[in-house]
């Protein structure tokens, strides 16, 4: 329960039983929102106090699920769940995989089907490779064929982006040269800045986030004289406004997971009670792949 911004994520014992569906949580995914949410960043805050938690896997009425909890709440041991954001787990998958799934998958996925041509000449380079989103990217850019460059901060961290499935991966500072058909970029700031010279003609860039700092403007004129498109993609409205869409993205999404051709990355498990050290882990920038909290 997070009561202030800055503020501690206590456990709370005395909070009302969900009304309506409710899921028996038994893995919650930390989303980089929750983290934005908790220092007061988050363009869209919610009222205080909250319990933070926008996606989780567990049991309801006896079936394995993943979930989108509207109204979060999914730091918890039972979150009430739309059935239209709940969906099966497939088979032989964890509970800690289901809740690190559909958020960066679909976030990934929409853009790179319905956004930008990738193609099996593209090539892709996708930054913070070993975070959620990235590592989504990577696996969603691979399996589409093409050509996949991540970039990551540490040795680690890049040798992890390789492990889900780059075929190159470079620091922040060695990307200048690179030429690419597309970006996909949840860092923002100046990697996002920096990344509009590498787009090959007819390529694009798709803001995700700003993880490292919020973006300056493009030029348009610039952007037209070099062929390059810069495209958003923001789930939430989305999910509001194209509900079918995302619905149906969920569903092909799921379907490839079932045949193997995507492997979510569970980097760390915390218990529910742990749930500052977990935000701690992504605001020092230590963690690869998604972070998942278990009840
Ligand atoms: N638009 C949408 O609908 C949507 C949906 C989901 C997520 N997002 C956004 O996408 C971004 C990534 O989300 P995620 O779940 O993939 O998060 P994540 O796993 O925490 O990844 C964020 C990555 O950003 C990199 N980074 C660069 N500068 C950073 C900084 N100053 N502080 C922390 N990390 C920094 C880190 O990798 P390195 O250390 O290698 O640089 C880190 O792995 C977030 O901004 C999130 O809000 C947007």
Same mark, same amino acid.
């Given at each position: 329960?997070?009561?202030?911004?800055?503020?501690?994520?206590?456990?709370?014992?005395?909070?009302?039983?969900?009304?309506?569906?409710?899921?028996?949580?038994?893995?919650?995914?930390?989303?980089?929102?929750?983290?934005?949410?908790?220092?007061?960043?988050?363009?869209?805050?919610?009222?205080?106090?909250?319990?933070?938690?926008?996606?989780?896997?567990?049991?309801? %009425?006896?079936? &394995?699920?993943? #979930? $989108?909890?509207?109204? +979060?709440?999914?730091?918890?041991?039972?979150? =009430?769940? !739309?059935?239209?954001?709940?969906?099966?787990?497939?088979?032989?998958?964890?509970?800690?995989?289901?809740?690190?799934?559909?958020?960066?998958?679909?976030?990934?996925?929409?853009?790179?089907?319905?956004?930008?041509?990738?193609?099996?000449?593209?090539?892709?380079?996708?930054?913070?490779?070993?975070?959620?989103?990235?590592?989504?990217?990577?696996?969603?850019?691979?399996?589409?064929?093409?050509?996949?460059?991540?970039?990551?901060?540490? %040795?680690?961290? &890049?040798?992890? #982006? $390789?492990?889900?499935? +780059?075929?190159?991966?470079?620091?922040?500072? =060695?990307? !200048?040269?690179?030429?690419?058909?597309?970006?996909?970029?949840?860092?923002?700031?100046?990697?996002?800045?920096?990344?509009?010279?590498?787009?090959?003609?007819?390529?694009?860039?798709?803001?995700?986030?700003?993880?490292?700092?919020?973006?300056?403007?493009?030029?348009?004129?610039?952007?037209?004289?070099?062929?390059?498109?810069?495209?958003?993609?923001?789930?939430?409205?989305?999910?509001?406004?194209?509900?079918?869409?995302?619905?149906?993205?969920?569903?092909?999404?799921? #379907? $490839?997971?079932?045949?193997?051709?995507?492997?979510?990355?569970?980097?760390?498990?915390?218990?529910?009670?742990?749930?500052?050290?977990?935000?701690?882990?992504?605001?020092?920038?230590?963690?690869?792949?998604?972070?998942?909290?278990?009840?």
């Amino acid at each position: 329960m997070l009561r202030e911004v800055g503020g501690d994520l206590a456990l709370e014992e005395d909070w009302p039983e969900p009304t309506g569906s409710a899921v028996a949580v038994r893995a919650a995914g930390v989303n980089f929102a929750d983290v934005l949410i908790r220092r007061g960043l988050y363009p869209q805050m919610p009222e205080l106090p909250h319990v933070l938690g926008n996606e989780v896997a567990g049991e309801l %009425d006896g079936r &394995r699920v993943l #979930a $989108l909890p509207r109204a +979060a709440g999914g730091y918890a041991e039972r979150v =009430e769940v !739309d059935p239209q954001w709940t969906f099966t787990l497939p088979e032989n998958a964890s509970f800690a995989a289901g809740a690190s799934f559909l958020t960066t998958y679909l976030t990934a996925y929409i853009p790179l089907v319905h956004q930008v041509r990738v193609t099996p000449a593209s090539t892709v380079l996708v930054h913070a490779g070993s975070g959620g989103v990235g590592c989504a990217a990577i696996q969603l850019a691979k399996q589409r064929g093409a050509k996949v460059i991540a970039t990551a901060s540490s %040795d680690e961290k &890049r040798a992890f #982006a $390789l492990g889900v499935g +780059a075929d190159e991966a470079v620091g922040y500072d =060695e990307i !200048d040269d690179l030429r690419v058909d597309v970006v996909i970029d949840p860092v923002g700031g100046e990697v996002f800045t920096r990344s509009l010279p590498l787009l090959n003609p007819l390529g694009a860039i798709v803001a995700i986030g700003f993880a490292g700092g919020l973006w300056s403007d493009p030029s348009v004129q610039w952007l037209v004289g070099r062929n390059a498109a810069v495209v958003g993609v923001y789930l939430g409205r989305l999910m509001k406004l194209q509900p079918q869409l995302v619905h149906e993205s969920a569903i092909e999404l799921l #379907a $490839l997971w079932a045949r193997d051709e995507l492997a979510p990355v569970v980097g760390a498990t915390f218990p529910l009670g742990e749930a500052a050290a977990a935000h701690a882990l992504i605001e020092t920038r230590r963690h690869v792949g998604k972070v998942v909290l278990e009840p």
